[in-house]
């Protein structure tokens, strides 16, 4: 409601567009993205759009209001949903992550309305919900036919320019073994053990993708085992285990389907190499996935871009890649739209106790992003 009448009163013309678990759903069929199962009650993105005096092509800056829980309440200097401003910074829940990089473009806005500098096209601004679940609020804008010449993600980037991520898949994997006292061990089969022998030819898998698949903006591919339970006791031989899996992928060289199939194969070499396992095949699920995203550097709206932040800056923009996701694989992949992620704040300061964001970069920010449009 409050960002709904911020924008009203600034003269644009305002959308709230509620959630919808069938948009999500139809997302997550054609695309391999989104997280189902969500409460979407009373859930509404909200789109502001504002014209400007002559026609011409249209601008999106994208921001999520969502954030994380803030967690340890006692450790926060100050409380975490009461912002605080010390030592040339504003310290809150959000602040880096991301309503610093929404509210600049919103602030973009203003500037160029009070300083009566005209601009052409439309501007808009999309504020979605449920990004920090997976990318739903933006999914939800684009099923709704949300759509720009070109697209800006506010989200944090160290006073960089971000034209590349990677994509990701979260797996699953479940194992049976058979209990028995552990002092008669060899009468059982120990789960966790069979489970260890998928991990390590996983990591066999993950070393092949390093020495195969190289990028200049980003790191080389990785699985991370970062959830692992199994057992009951250590006198019982388990008969239960399960890790869960985190491979990042390279945009373009590799795919969601390709990550997928290998996975797969691995873990069906493994079993097939095990006579329990042969018996007993391991029980693997997606529970989350997103592409990989790309932008060409010497697209037109990188290039107008980089003039917007050379004039407000007086230097150039350095061009990065992220290891994280985020919404401009949407934007670019489903949406196809011309898209880069640019914002005040970076990733070092999200989700943390005393999350905070440099006034001054979210002021530069400002600037930045009224000189694009």
């Known amino acids: 409601d409050y960002i709904a009448e911020l924008f009203r009163s600034m003269g644009a013309e305002v959308t709230l567009d509620p959630m919808k678990e069938e948009d999500i759903e139809k997302c997550f069929t054609l695309y391999q993205e989104g997280n189902l199962g ?67 473009a919103t602030m973009a806005v203003q500037l160029l309305k009070d300083a009566g500098v005209p601009f052409s096209g439309t501007v808009k601004i999309s504020s979605v919900c449920d990004e920090e679940g997976g990318g739903n609020g933006s999914m939800q804008a684009i099923m709704s036919g949300e759509r720009a010449d070109g697209v800006v993600v506010c989200e944090g980037t160290s006073d960089e320019l971000i034209l590349a991520h990677m994509g990701f898949v979260f797996f699953r994997v479940k194992f049976t073994g058979k209990s028995c006292h552990s002092g008669v061990k060899k009468e059982g089969v120990s789960a966790i053990d069979k489970a260890i022998k998928v991990i390590q030819a996983l990591n066999e898998k993950e070393h092949e993708w390093l020495l195969h698949y190289k990028h200049p903006l980003l790191p080389a591919p990785n699985l991370n085992v970062g959830v692992i339970h199994g057992g009951t006791a250590g006198s019982t031989v388990a008969d239960e285990c399960m890790f869960e899996v985190c491979v990042h992928y390279l945009p373009n060289q590799m795919s969601h389907n390709q990550v997928v199939k290998e996975f797969k194969e691995v873990v069906e070499r493994v079993s097939k190499s095990d006579a329990w396992l042969e018996e007993h095949l391991p029980e693997i699920s997606i529970y989350q996935s997103g592409g990989g995203f790309e932008m060409d550097e010497n697209a037109l709206f990188v290039d107008s871009f980089k003039r917007a932040y050379s004039e407000a800056r007086g230097k150039n923009v350095k061009v990065v890649g992220s290891p994280a996701g985020c ?17 005040p704040g970076n990733l070092a300061q999200c989700h943390g106790i005393d999350e905070w964001l440099d006034l001054e970069a979210y002021y530069q920010s400002i600037l930045i992003y009224a000189e694009l449009i």
């Not at 030592?87 to 929404?102: E, H, P, S, V, Y």
């Not at 401009?328 to 898209?339: E, F, G, H, K, V």
Request: aromatic share 10%.
């Open 38 to 104: 969500h409460n979407q009650t009373d859930r509404y993105n909200v789109y502001a759009m504002f014209q400007g005096e002559k026609s011409g092509r249209s601008l999106m800056f994208n921001g999520h209001m969502d954030v994380m829980p803030a967690e340890e309440v006692e450790e926060w200097t100050s409380p975490p949903f009461s912002p605080s401003i010390r030592d040339g910074k504003i310290f809150g829940r959000g602040t880096a992550d991301m309503k610093g990089g929404l509210m600049a």
């Open 327 to 343: 919404d401009s694989r949407l934007w670019r992949n489903i949406a196809d739209c011309p898209t880069i992620q640019f914002g």
